[in-house]
């Protein structure tokens, strides 16, 4: 009895730390006014329209999405054939492939966005649009490539042996069974990329900083030249499309597992 | 029996366009960065290909030895309020049902990929005078009038535990949900307490997990670029902010990237400790 009052408490205060910005951001964005003050003052939804209707904002928003869909389609091109060839045959080669992968996400930010920003310059890209969309790419890949590794490893080595026997080459093998066994992963690791680059800033700055606004360098240049709540607004937004997307991966695959449980519920 | 080799070279063939991607667009470029960590400034421009190693001599100085204290406590500060909050919790959280998971897992998800401009803009309101928390102790009757709370230390501190926290649940989540639930119960049925069992047996047991988790997270928070410029003080900033500030507001490239390479190196050597912490965990 203590014990689950004490959880519902502990849960309870995680919740509200969690909580509590973000609340306060979507109450700085219903103000009447153009101020930021909360509790908010009138109520308005019109700084949510403005997210549309700001040529600005819009084209931001546009922006970010596009880089986002061609980073995230990318990352899975890159991070399919390596899970595949894992799957196959673990060689050394693969792991050093996989470990070069992985790599970007865990070190710091800083310095993917450093070392995109020596190269573009180098070769005379900085600023060129797709120079964005490629560094984003390699630096979000370990997702997909994590998501998609753990789907090849919940394929039965026996249905495409099985399928093998029957006569069926690679190809067919590949085609009829193994990608429809997989889909789920890919479409799960191109939604965490998809999510995490719509809201990358540095790795976007030091690519196309000049060239191309993007939603989060928008929000960063209102923080330091004006502030608006339209900033809010598209904030509250991004956290929407952020839970809707994990939601739906949560809706149709198996959240727990995609995250590292075992897959019988927890009973081992 | 041509079969099986076939099988093995087109796997190892699927290897060619990731390879090539990786190889062109991270490894190059990375080379190319600790390179130009060796090359002179020039004005107005990126570098000039002439060695040097002035830009690792100007780094030994007390001022960045003094951001680099500063940077690694913060981290390590951060690292420990996620871990002590964070290990009871997701511990409580792996026992709970699927069903029941599954929301927090999707909120933890949704605040780890928010951007850490909106996570500063969102905690910079939250801390401010106007509308900030204050606010509210006012309207209760805590304090006398509204304060502003940010830019501040603990302002720099709530941010980036606020960005972590959800990083260590997400790192610890598999650990603690693949834990023998007979071990806590076994525990119970000798008569330990909660608070007793989870101390006793599951801190113990997953004693590697733990370690490993805090270095991934303290190498998490050493990477924060934009929270403690946009909620503390100059004298709050971290190596990672510098490191910005050098290459885009200052142009200087090289020194940029010997920090760079300076801060690489140092989150390498703790990812291999971590591994080594991971590894013996699996060997067990």
């Known amino acids: ?268 | 029996m041509s079969a099986p080799a076939r099988t093995n070279a087109s796997g190892q063939a699927a290897l060619a366009f990731p390879a090539v991607m990786l190889a062109a667009f991270f490894v190059v470029p990375f080379g190319l960065m600790i390179a130009v960590s060796f090359f002179s400034r020039e004005q107005g421009g990126f570098y000039t290909p002439v060695l040097t190693t002035a830009n690792y001599q100007r780094f030994l100085s007390w001022f960045f030895a003094d951001i680099l204290l500063f940077s690694v406590g913060l981290s390590a500060l951060v690292s420990a309020v996620c871990l002590t909050i964070g290990a009871p919790f997701t511990y409580l959280l792996s026992r709970l049902p699927r069903r029941s998971q599954v929301p927090w897992l999707v909120a933890m998800m949704a605040v780890l990929s928010l951007s850490e401009v909106i996570i500063g803009f969102a905690w910079s309101t939250l801390l401010s005078r106007t509308a900030g928390l204050s606010n509210l102790f006012v309207a209760i009757g805590l304090m006398d009038g509204p304060e502003a709370w940010s830019p501040s230390f603990t302002a720099v501190l709530c941010g980036m535990v606020y960005q972590a926290f959800p990083y260590s649940i997400l790192v610890l989540y598999p650990a603690f949900s693949r834990l023998d639930p007979s071990l806590s119960e076994a525990a119970r049925t000798l008569g330990a307490s909660p608070v007793r069992a989870f101390f006793n047996v599951i801190v113990p047991s997953l004693r590697n997990a733990l370690v490993a988790t805090f270095i991934i997270v303290f190498v998490f928070a050493l990477g924060a670029y934009l929270l403690p410029q946009l909620l503390g003080r100059p004298q709050h900033w971290t190596l990672s902010v510098l490191i910005t500030d050098q290459a885009v507001y200052q142009s200087n490239m090289p020194f940029a990237a010997a920090m760079a390479v300076f801060l690489v190196a140092s989150s390498l050597i703790l990812v291999l400790l971590s591994t080594m912490f991971g590894g013996r965990r699996e060997a067990k």
């Open chain 1, 1 to 268: 009895m203590m014990e689950k009052l004490f959880t519902r408490l502990f849960f309870g205060l995680v919740a509200l730390f969690l909580a509590t910005p973000l609340v306060v951001i979507a109450g700085v964005s219903i103000n009447e006014k153009q101020s930021l003050t909360f509790p908010p003052e009138g109520f308005s939804l019109g700084w949510y329209a403005q997210i549309f209707t700001d040529e600005g904002w819009r084209s931001a928003l546009f922006t970010s999405v596009l880089i986002a869909l061609g980073a995230a389609s990318l990352a899975v091109l890159i991070a399919l054939p390596i899970g595949y060839a894992l799957w196959r045959k673990t060689t050394v080669f693969g792991r050093i492939v996989q470990l070069l992968g992985v790599s970007p996400f865990v070190l710091p930010p800083v310095i993917t966005a450093l070392g995109a920003l020596s190269f573009w310059a180098t070769i005379g890209s900085y600023g060129a649009w797709y120079t964005v969309v490629i560094s984003h790419a390699v630096f979000f890949t370990s997702l997909p490539l994590v998501t998609i590794s753990l789907g090849f490893s919940t394929i039965d080595r026996e249905v495409t042996e099985a399928a093998s026997t029957m006569g069926a080459d690679n190809r067919q093998i590949l085609t009829t069974i193994v990608l429809p066994m997989i889909a789920p992963y890919i479409i799960s690791g191109f939604a965490f990329a998809f999510v995490l680059s719509l809201n990358e800033y540095i790795v976007a700055y030091m690519t196309v900083g000049f060239t191309q606004v993007t939603v989060p360098i928008k929000i960063f240049n209102a923080l330091r030249y004006g502030y608006t709540p339209t900033m809010a607004s598209i904030s509250v937004l991004f956290v929407a499309v952020a839970v809707v997307v994990f939601g739906l991966v949560a809706r149709f695959g198996d959240l727990p597992r995609l995250l590292g449980a075992w897959s019988d519920g927890g009973q081992k």
